[in-house]
């Protein structure tokens, strides 16, 4: 599985020939601006973890430029995609669904939702993604839970996406004890830097982490990691 960070908490997922999209928001970042091509992605399929703007702005452009995309989400932001004539997979917290990259299962997450145009969004969750080699947790936006500590009795973990920026998720000392609950000490930080409410210290945040044993990585917008 390889991983390309476009910024805040938009993923790129390339497993074996299928290509995944997460939360797609390139166009509104300032960060991505000269970086990121978003007419150039390719996805077979679009993981939406909730309906704020910082996580759907582009996924229509996505969508349309990858007509056979299905989006895959919530119930209730899949019914808003559908009634859009998009393709759709609704999914509700703790149900799982074996999609062609994989067994895909959608989690807790505790957050809000709605759709900028003020639809309802349902209630937020992030995804627990097995692929037969490699496992992955994206978070989504998300508070500390001890739901979390429910993951790895189901998953073992090789890499987990956590929110690092604080004030509207976790901030990097609750993401820390989240490494903890879920068993995974490799974390890729996201939800971060990219407006002035959750600028974090890079130095200080990798420290934070490997004083603990742990790793965490924060990477360039553009920059791939192979999970």
């Known amino acids: 599985m390889e991983l390309t960070f476009y910024g805040q908490n938009c993923l790129g997922l390339t497993i074996g020939n299928i290509n995944v999209i997460v939360d797609p928001f390139i166009s509104g970042n300032e960060n991505a601006k000269g970086k990121v091509e978003i007419d150039a992605i390719k996805a077979d399929f679009i993981l939406v973890t909730h309906a704020h703007q910082d996580h759907v702005l582009d996924v229509e452009t996505v969508a349309k430029n990858n007509p056979d995309a299905v989006i895959v989400s919530n119930a209730e932001i899949a019914s808003y995609y559908e009634d859009k004539g998009y393709n759709v997979h609704p999914m509700n917290h703790g149900g799982s669904w074996n999609f062609d990259f994989g067994k895909v299962k959608y989690v807790q997450a505790w957050h809000s939702s709605t759709f900028p145009d003020g639809a309802s969004g349902g209630l937020p969750g992030g995804f627990v993604i ?77 420290k934070k982490f490997t004083d603990k044993g742990k790793e965490l990585l924060l990477l360039d917008i553009g920059e791939k990691l192979s999970v």
Do not use: W
């Not at 080699?133 to 987990?160: H, Q, R």
């Not at 974390?187 to 600028?199: A, K, S, V």
């Open 130 to 206: 097995q692929t037969g080699e490699k496992n992955l947790y994206i978070a989504g936006d998300t508070a500390l839970s001890m739901d979390m500590k429910l993951i790895p009795l189901f998953t073992k973990l090789d890499l987990a996406v956590l929110p690092v920026g604080d004030n509207f998720t976790m901030g990097i000392d609750e993401a820390i004890v989240a490494s903890d609950f879920i068993e995974c000490d490799r974390i890729l930080g996201c939800h971060y830097d990219t407006f002035g409410y959750i600028e974090i210290d890079h130095a200080e945040s990798k």
